[in-house]
């Protein structure tokens, strides 16, 4: 399965979501390669890091430029394949949607970063036309913890408006352990933090069935 983490925004979370799912996945047992489209590289450094803990290792690939071929050819040896994209309407982003099963797409809840779905909509549906297969969800990401702020409530009722991209029920907080883990090479789900843990794992079984 290719699971590509994309955005026409940065700063919303991609890298935070492409450890996180590897990690979890790695923990389950399942052959996973995280495979970093975002010459940033900050998935790749966060591998580096990883392995170099006793917690379950991951490979990952540097991959630029036209994917599709690359993770196609990955899909047949791994079981999970997770694609860290850039936060822009990329070649990377067009060309790994045109083989991936799921495309995920964090938002965080304002206004800026809603107004870049419409355009994540249309590159979506282009990439269809291709891959039908193609299944794109959204889930917000650094959202507020305080339950006073309407921030994610306008943010659902917007998303609404756009059906070719499903809207999670899970919502991946703003909290200090998702940069703390990116920190030491670890995941969420493998810190002492109970609500992180949750939302990675909702997150994963909202869009894989087993």
């Known amino acids: 399965m ?3 983490i994309g955005s ?5 979370g991609k890298s935070t979501l492409a450890t996180n799912i590897s990690a979890l996945l790695a923990s ?27 917690k379950a290792q991951l490979t990952c690939a540097r991959q630029y430029d036209n994917i599709k071929k690359t993770i196609i050819d990955f899909s047949n040896r791994y079981e999970f394949v997770i694609v860290d ?15 991936a099963d799921i495309c995920l797409i964090p938002c965080r809840p304002s206004q800026a970063d809603l107004d870049t779905i419409p355009l994540m909509t249309a590159v979506i549906n282009t990439a269809k036309e291709i891959n039908e297969e193609l299944r794109a969800y959204c889930v917000l990401t650094m959202s507020p913890t305080n339950p006073n702020i309407t921030e994610i409530a306008d943010s659902k009722e917007y998303l609404a408006r ?25 995941g969420v789900t493998e810190m002492d933090n109970d609500k992180a843990k949750n939302e990675i794992e909702s997150l994963l079984s909202e869009i894989i069935t087993w």
């Open 8 to 12: 026409e925004k940065g700063g919303v």
């Open 85 to 99: 994209c850039q936060g822009r309407d990329s070649i990377e982003l067009r060309t790994g949607l045109l083989a």
């Open 2 to 4: 290719i699971i590509l």
């Open 28 to 54: 389950q047992g399942k052959d996973v390669v995280l495979v970093d489209a975002d010459r940033q590289s900050t998935s790749a450094n966060w591998v580096h890091d990883r392995n170099e803990t006793n």
């Open 162 to 186: 756009h059906p070719s991209i499903t809207l999670l029920n899970t919502i991946i907080s703003d909290r200090k352990v998702y940069r703390d883990a990116m920190s030491a090479g670890y």
